[in-house]
């Protein structure tokens, strides 16, 4: 078994910062994991934020490079979603996502590559 679990969503005005934190644990988890965020807006599909490999390698969407930055404790088993300036259309809840180490760089923007998810965290900005 893999738990991940995000914290930090809330309520943030158009302009502001938020720090998403996601913590694995379980039996099954590798430490080798390449851990990811994504989002989902109402009635689409998760969108590939980014993700971070264990020793390094760290990979965005091109919409999210310099609003977005992505760290990982590994000493943890902990991941960062650092988002600044957001605006309203960022409004959606985030996920955090394990992925087996060995995935390719070409394969971590995909959902399918992820075996393991968290529940989610609202993040709403708004005035």
């Known amino acids: 078994q893999v738990q991940l679990a995000e914290s930090g969503g809330g309520l943030v005005q158009p302009g502001g910062s938020l720090r998403l934190s996601c913590a694995a644990s379980?039996?099954?988890?590798?430490?080798?994991?390449?851990l990811g965020w994504f989002r989902r807006f109402p009635g689409k599909e998760r969108e590939f934020i980014a993700a971070?490999?264990?020793?390094?390698?760290?990979y965005y969407a091109d919409s999210m490079k310099g609003r977005f930055i992505i760290s990982r404790d590994n000493a943890k088993n902990t991941v960062h979603l650092q988002m600044s300036s957001l605006e309203p259309e960022d409004t959606a809840v985030y996920y955090c996502?394990?992925?087996?180490?060995?995935?390719?760089?070409?394969?971590?923007?995909?959902?399918?590559?992820?075996?393991?998810w968290g529940q989610g965290t609202q993040v709403t900005v708004s005035s």
């Open positions: 971070a490999r264990r020793y390094g390698g760290t």
């Open positions: 379980g039996h099954s988890f590798s430490a080798g994991s390449t």
């Open positions: 996502a394990a992925a087996p180490g060995s995935s390719i760089v070409s394969a971590l923007w995909s959902p399918r590559t992820y075996d393991y």
